[in-house]
T-cell receptor, first 111, second 112 residues
Framework: GEDVEQSLFLSVREGDSSVINCTYTDSSSTYLYWYKQEPGAGLQLLTYIFSNMDMKQDQRLTVLLNKKDKHLSLRIADTQTGDSAIYFCAGEGGGADGLTFGKGTHLIIQP | NAGVTQTPKFRVLKTGQSMTLLCAQDMNHEYMYWYRQDPGMGLRLIHYSVGEGTTAKGEVPDGYNVSRLKKQNFLLGLESAAPSQTSVYFC???????????FGPGTRLTVT
């Protein structure tokens, strides 16, 4: 099945760009997802990318996909305190049990 | 459109007690999931359902049972709670298995 790996923590200064990285093993995923979890809340879909794309931009968010290296990244421009959260990447597990999630990256914003 | 709702939001149980967590979705999704989230462990799939009347085991099913009697509801039961089941439980639903999942707000369960 799919295995999804992420770093556990990322610390950035307010106003800088944040880049959260993810690697995955199953190249058959049609879509790859980024979810955001704010403290005390559930996961919310932030953005996604179709597997035949290598980049998707949505306001401050840029998703880059390198299919050859099975590497997915999420760049947040001009990081704000409201971006402080846990970010999960997810891909399809290849079976009926839905998506496979990484363990999540805690984004810490320094003033 | 409420999306995915979970009840209760918080619960404290004593070891050996039983309880049922309720998940409801109003999006007519076929797939529903129960996860637990523990520090450093990410999300782990407990059980899932691919349609009304069906259930299947996920990664960590032991100590839990589920039922999907109605399409919109997915119940998670703990027959005899143990301290190791202290966790935050999330329910999710999706139109299909490879589509985005919509999450509920979570239930924080403490077993003493």
């Amino acid at each position: 099945g799919e295995d999804v790996e992420q770093s556990l923590f990322l610390s950035v200064r307010e106003g800088d760009s944040s880049v959260i990285n993810c690697t995955y093993t199953d190249s058959s995923s049609t879509y790859l997802y980024w979810y955001k979890q704010e403290p005390g809340a559930g996961l919310q879909l932030l953005t996604y990318i179709f597997s035949n794309m290598d980049m998707k931009q949505d306001q401050r968010l840029t998703v880059l996909l390198n299919k050859k290296d099975k590497h997915l990244s999420l760049r947040i421009a001009d990081t704000q305190t409201g971006d402080s959260a846990i970010y999960f990447c997810a891909g399809e597990g290849g079976g009926a049990d839905g998506l496979t999630f990484g363990k999540g990256t805690h984004l810490i914003i320094q003033p | 459109n409420a999306g995915v709702t979970q009840t209760p939001k918080f619960r404290v149980l004593k070891t050996g007690q039983s309880m049922t967590l309720l998940c409801a979705q109003d999006m007519n999704h076929e797939y529903m999931y129960w996860y637990r989230q523990d520090p450093g462990m990410g999300l782990r799939l407990i059980h899932y359902s691919v349609g009304e009347g069906t259930t299947a085991k996920g990664e960590v099913p032991d100590g839990y049972n589920v039922s999907r009697l109605k399409k919109q509801n997915f119940l998670l039961g703990l027959e005899s709670a143990a301290p190791s089941q202290t966790s935050v439980y999330f329910c999710a639903s999706s139109y299909r298995g490879d589509y985005e999942q919509y999450f509920g707000p979570g239930t924080r369960l403490t077993v003493t």
